[in-house]
């Protein structure tokens, strides 16, 4: 699978605006700075792996009509995203509970930062 550029462009900035919405969630529901900057690395690495792979396959779909085709990529990737962040939360944190909670927490806020990036990004007419 040859890089592309751009895809990779795209998930480095997405993954910048994403880490800092799991940073603000982790700390606001678990209150330790700590622990949550540890959640953010960690997720950042990850995601950027599962996003790269998720925007790969939306990619090469042949699905015409653009502005479902970015509401239904902002759904599947917040279904990765959200698993990812639960299961490190509660990894780090050591409570499912409190993994759930983070995890919950951002569905909305990251769905409208994802959605806004998405068409940001369509901008640019994105070729293999």
């Known amino acids: 699978m040859k890089i592309s550029k751009i895809h990779l462009a795209k998930t480095i900035s997405w993954r910048v605006i994403g880490t800092l919405d799991t940073l603000i ?40 009509n653009h502005e479902r085709k ?33 995890g919950l927490a951002e569905v909305v806020t990251k769905m409208i930062l994802y959605y806004f990036h998405e068409k940001i990004w369509f901008k640019f007419k994105i070729s293999n």
Request: no cysteine.
């Open 25 to 64: 969630f982790a700390w606001l529901v678990s209150g330790n700075l700590s622990l949550s900057i540890d959640i953010s690395i960690i997720t950042t690495f990850t995601k950027m792996v599962w996003y790269y792979i998720h925007e790969r396959v939306w990619f090469r779909s042949k699905y015409e």
């Open 70 to 102: 970015h509401i239904y990529k902002t759904f599947t990737w917040r279904a990765i995203g959200s698993l990812d962040t639960i299961i490190f939360s509660w990894i780090i944190l050591g409570d499912p509970m409190l993994g759930l909670s983070i």
